[in-house]
């Protein structure tokens, strides 16, 4: 009944008008985004200077704490109901998610035994071929699309709403993988830096120069019987500790677990999140700031590619290979998961824009978190080197492929 311009378009024109308007929908997205994430780059280079470094570090920690958690919370609040929460587990999307790492670390490790990177960069050839972005890149490129009336998914506010749903209840799982997984992967080698010259010059310590466990001072009397109270909070300092709980809480994801309770709630969804709803004020304020999160994003991530490769120690080989792995080599492994688990029937029947999330997530850049982690590892140049090329590359793979997909979804 609702049949999209584009299915009209091939039903009643020619093979090279409907081939045009694929690549009309697949280019214009990416178009879109690369023209603002250019002005973010002419607002941070030296000449403007209007979006420094300092500027670009405070507007994606706004986007971050802010915009995005807004987005993700009037968004898939509004979308999802416990009928759907149940269908999104049997929907594969958190599985498709740690496919997509175990596809992509797979990948990489390949890669990374053929190309052989220099010593310490490893781990790190691996990382930032197998972890893709699955949440701001998706998030832009769905709202892109669908802001256009004529897109082949049908009305726009829907389209936008059930991609932004299906794209915010996978990013939990991305969030566990990257503060835990990736996190562990990017540690340094073990002389300490991910600089060899340096990290022949560290001192080692003779087995005498060694630094006691614990200080003098430190030692205190052993409780004969521990009090449960000291019990409960020792083991919930442990599990902080082992499982970094404060590392996976990000406001995105505690602003999808609120999204998620109070949209499964029927009383809580129609007192804060409905239209009518006496407390929508601050669901309309979250979705005023959520529109803002997209351009801000775009900006920042411009303004960040200003740094360029730097003084990177992978050398072109190691570079060449990430960017033509994550954004060539990846993708067809997404391609074969999401067809084969479509031909067992884990998939919904005639969802299409269901499908497209999932393909997106094999088909995005290297996750711009990733980058993040690993400055706080130590290897920021690098990752900052590898994210320019890839995004640079990206605005044209991503357009091919989205072609693919629309070409084999409509």
Known sequence: MERSLLSIWQANMGGGESILATMMFAVLPIAKVFSMCFMGFL???????????????????????????????SQL??????????????WFIPVNIILTTISGTLIGFI???????????????????????IGNIPLV????????TSNPFGDSNKCSEDGTAYISFGQWVGAIILYTYVFQMLAPPPGGSF??????????????????LLNAKEIEPLETVPSKGKMMTSILCFLDEKLKLKLILQPPIVASIMAMIIGTVPFLKRLILVDDAPFFFFTDGCIILGEAMIPCILLALGGNLIDGPGSSKLGIRTTAAIVFSRLVLVPPAGLAIVTLADKLGFLPTGNKMFKFVLFLQHTMPTSILSGAVANLRGCGREAAAVLFWVHIFAVFS?????ILYLNLLF
């Open 398 to 402: 991503m357009a091919a492929w989205i």
């Open 111 to 133: 890669v990374a035994s053929v190309v052989r990177p220099p010593y310490p960069y490893f781990k790190f050839t691996i990382i930032h071929i197998g972890i893709g972005n």
């Open 195 to 212: 600089d060899c010259a340096e990290a022949e010059k560290l001192p080692i310590k003779k087995l005498s120069e060694q630094v006691p």
């Open 141 to 148: 490129l769905i709202a892109a699309l669908c802001r256009d």
């Open 77 to 90: 609040g509004r979308a999802i109901s416990l009928q759907k929460m149940m269908e999104c587990l049997r």
């Open 43 to 73: 607002l941070a280079s030296k000449y403007v200077n209007i979006l420094p470094a300092n500027g670009r570090k405070l507007l994606n920690g706004l986007v971050f704490s802010l915009l995005l958690p807004c987005l993700i919370f």
